[in-house]
C-alpha cells in the first residue's frame, strides 16, 4: 500500500462535486480488507481498468464427469467462484465437497457458469485433440504391430490427463513425429544416394 492508496481510502465515500471535479484519467476502485486482516494497513485489493486474463499456477482444474475426481472439482470451482472469507462459507462440517457445491451453485453468477463451461470444454478438446493423433500416428505405422512408444506423450495416464503443460506435451509430440518422418525418409533416399555417388566415381575412373 502506497501513498495514493492512502489518499485514496482517506476519500472514501468522496462528495459527489469533488468527484465531478477530478481532471484525468479516474483512479482505480481500491477494496480495503477488513481490519481484524492481519495486513489491513498494508495491503490491498485494486480492480483493472481492463480485463485480465488470469493464470491458475498448480493441477489442473479437473473433468466434471470423472467420479474420481468429483471432490476435487467441486472443491476448486467452491474456492475460484463462490465469494468466502473461512472455509465454513465453502463447506459445512461433515458434508461433501460435491454437496457444497450442489447448495451452493446459486452462488455463482452467470458469467462464471460460462467460464466453467469453457473449462469443461477445452478438457473435450484436448481429449480430441489427443484422440486425433494417436490416429494419425496409427495409420503411419501400418506397418508396423505397435505404435512406437516415443511418439506417445510422456504424461499421457489412462484417461487422458495431463497434469503439466500441455502445449509442451504437443509440441514434443509433433517434434517427434517430424524426427520419425524425417528418419524414415532419409533412410529410403539413402540408397539412391549411394548409386549416384558410385555412378559418379566409375564415370571419373573412366
Known sequence: MNEADV?????IPAPVEEAGNQKGRPANVRYPFQKQHPQ?????????SEYHVPILYGPQIPRR???????????????????????????????????ALKSRQNRISIRSWKIIENIQLLHE???DRDEHLLQVIAEDQTDN???????LPANQDIDGEHDADDSEDL?????????YTTAATTATKKPTEDKYIEETIEA???
Open 171 to 179: 509440441l514434443e509430440l509433433l517434434g517427434n513425429i517430424d524426427e
Open 204 to 206: 571419373v575412373k573412366n
Open 65 to 99: 464427469d470423472r467420479d474420481d475426481t468429483r471432490e476435487r472439482y467441486s472443491r476448486a470451482l467452491l474456492t475460484l467462484f463462490v465469494p468466502w472469507r473461512t472455509i465454513t462459507d465453502l463447506c459445512d462440517i461433515n458434508q461433501t465437497w460435491e454437496d
Open 40 to 48: 489491513a494497513t498494508t495491503h490491498l485489493l485494486m480492480k483493472y
Open 145 to 151: 504391430d505397435a505404435i512406437d512408444p516415443i511418439l
Open 125 to 127: 478438446c484436448k481429449k
Open 7 to 11: 489518499k485514496y481510502l482517506s476519500k
